[in-house]
Nanobody, 115 residues
Framework: QVQVVESGGGLVQAGGSLRLSCVAS????????MAWYRQAPGKQRDLVAW???????EYTESVKGRFTISRPNAGNTLYLQMDSLKPEDTAVYYC?????????WGQGTQVTVSS
């Protein structure tokens, strides 16, 4: 079974930066688009950004110009560089395939942005 491990979250002040990492076992990620999702308290899990093996990517409107998704060597590692963070970015961040989550959801990594 594919396992996903996210890391890099933490507590940061508004305007700060964090870099999230995701590593997945198996080949499922290398054969699919990968994405970052996030779930704020009391809300559903939403798509943040996704990327193809070739590097094409798209972002949800609220993070455009602030977040950068990357995927070195089209492999099983995924990053999310988050700059100019806002309190509304506070959430647990997860990675998985896109569209549709083909791997079991990991524990996620908590990002908390204070005002």
């Amino acid at each position: 079974q594919v396992q996903v491990v996210e890391s890099g979250g933490g507590l940061v002040q508004a305007g700060g930066s964090l870099r999230l990492s995701c590593v997945a076992s198996g080949s499922i990620f290398s054969n699919n688009r990968m994405a970052w999702y996030r779930q704020a308290p009391g809300k559903q899990r939403d798509l943040v950004a996704w990327i193809t093996r070739g590097g094409y990517n798209e972002y949800t409107e609220s993070v455009k110009g602030r977040f950068t998704i990357s995927r070195p060597n089209a492999g099983n590692t995924l990053y999310l560089q988050m700059d100019s963070l806002k309190p509304e970015d506070t959430a647990v961040y997860y990675c998985n395939t896109y569209p549709g989550a083909l791997a079991a959801w990991g524990q996620g990594t908590q990002v908390t942005v204070s005002s």
